[in-house]
């Protein structure tokens, strides 16, 4: 197996305007994905973001995405995951593809699953620019701790961080998870908990970008009973809603039980605080989320705490 990139250098690498059409991320640990998907997006912004999983979209649809070449639409950014559910002939359509894409799109491919003896694997790398992102070794493990937290604007000192890690440090997302709750939850008053809120008020403080309110209610909501991908659906729904009002495209606007009248009535006040591209992003946020849930046993309640504060806070302008 050809030698992989590290993280650190591939960061560096594109904050130099170094750029590849094709990246392998291989290891399991998704925070790192993560925040190279983000930098890379970050870096090429007037690019356009496909999310595709294998297994939940169909090799077909993503193969024309790849093909499509269009004068108003030729940079694009085009991210694949769970690409070990490929078919054999898909395999070879796409290493077919890697050796010889000569287009503007850049590719970004994801494989959680490490494995030394992998043909396939070990051609994707010779023909992209392949990533380390496995969980590093403890030493590592605090100082990229400590990098994550201080772009969250979160202070901790080493020996708090190395609590952390005794305790969750399973991987980066693990730990980063519960620093980004322990902190949010000093700034949170969440003697409201026992007013019973719905799920429209919950669309209407975090359309709003209102971080403590909407966190009170998220709790709130979860101490009624309602259930967490039922909220993910509310949330889903006034964001595409958004989105369709935020292009004008009336004519796609159609009845939603999820987005009632009072949420549309304020629908112009919700769209100033939004860019567009920000309201893709957070979709694709919510959609991934939506995939944890129904497919891996991560904490979803964690990750959509962090998503309210990253809606909030602005992180996916």
Not at 17 to 29: E, K, M, P, T, V
Not at 46 to 58: H, R, W
Not at 61 to 71: A, D, G, R, T, Y
Not at 83 to 90: G, L, V
């Amino acid at each position: 197996m050809n030698k992989l990139h590290s993280l650190g250098q591939a960061i560096k690498s594109i904050r130099q305007n170094n750029f590849s059409n094709a990246y392998f991320l291989y290891g399991n640990d998704i925070f790192m994905q993560d925040y190279f998907i983000k930098e890379f997006q970050n870096k090429k912004n007037t690019s356009k973001s496909y999310l595709y999983y294998l297994g939940y979209d169909q090799s077909e649809i993503i193969f024309n995405e790849l093909s499509n070449v269009s004068l108003f639409d030729s940079n694009k950014i085009i991210i694949i995951k769970n690409i070990n559910r490929f078919s054999n002939k898909s395999k070879q359509d796409l290493l077919d593809y890697l050796s010889k894409n000569n287009s503007n799109n850049h590719l970004i491919l994801v494989r959680n699953e490490f494995d030394f003896k992998n043909k396939f694997i070990d051609s994707i790398i010779k023909n992209t620019i392949a990533i380390d992102v496995r969980t590093p070794f403890e030493n590592k493990m605090t100082e990229w701790i400590k990098y994550f937290s201080k772009l969250e604007g979160i202070n901790i000192e080493n020996n708090q961080i190395k609590n952390y890690i005794e305790l969750y440090g399973s991987n980066i997302s693990n730990v980063m998870n519960y620093i980004k709750i322990d902190f949010l939850s000093k700034n949170f008053n969440f003697e409201s908990a026992n007013r019973q809120y719905h799920l429209w008020h919950f669309q209407d403080s975090i359309g709003k970008k209102e971080l403590n309110q909407s966190i009170n209610i998220f709790h709130s909501l979860l101490i009624d009973g309602n259930n967490l991908n039922l909220i993910l659906i509310y949330l889903f729904n006034f964001y595409y809603f958004m989105y369709l009002f935020n292009t004008n495209n009336n004519s796609q606007i159609g009845y939603n039980f999820s987005v009632n009248k009072i949420i549309q009535s304020k629908m112009n006040i919700y769209k100033n605080k939004y860019k567009k591209s920000e309201i893709k992003n957070i979709i694709l946020q919510i959609t991934e989320l939506d995939f944890l849930s129904k497919n891996t046993s991560i904490d979803v309640n964690n990750r959509i705490i962090c998503l309210i504060n990253n809606i909030c806070v602005g992180y996916y302008e």
